[in-house]
């Protein structure tokens, strides 16, 4: 007699069984994947690599933190003790005091922090300044360099901000007004505060940033 019937009542009950163990792993996996949105539904979108994070790019906002952008402390925390009188100037970013987000994403948002005799500064400077600390953008207004250098002028006693591509000088203490070089305008200033021993924005830049004409 033939088995042929049992194995094909065999094979019937066996594919049975798998369709109904691949419709109840369906089944776990559509709820697993509603709950996964479920869960979701609250988190804000994860910043991919390569992607910015939100706020990265906007200019320095009123309330910004300031950290380091360069050196050893990049990323700490820029407090008025951390600051030489008389210069030099250390370089740093604005950061998002909420989401700690470091406005890096534009190279025009880089400053220029300083802190001078408050006795040095003209009515103006003194205004946006605190404790004689003063912070502008560390981009040329000429042709957009950074500016890099903290030296003595080439039409003076004192040490001035100075770009090496044109060799354009800023004065600090006026503003950072052009005393020497091909720069068309001063740098931007950004008011500054202080809370705690830590500085923060107090406004929006106070001119134009970046350079005049490309490099
Ligand atoms: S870009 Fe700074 S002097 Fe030309």
Redesign the pocket.
Known sequence: MSNAPTNIASSSSDNIAELESCAEQTRRTLLLGALATTACLGCSAPVRAGEDAPGSDERPQKGDLLVFSEGDSEGKLIKAADLTLGGPPVHAWPQDPKTSVVRSASRLNELLIIKLDPAELDEQTKARAVDGILAYSAI??????P?TAWVKSDVGDKDVFK??????EYDPREGAQVVY???PRRLAALPLALADGSLSVAGGFVGKVG?AQP?
């Open positions: 040329c207004a000429h042709a957009g360099c500016v770009c090496m591509c044109h060799n354009s070089g091909p720069a350079g490099g």
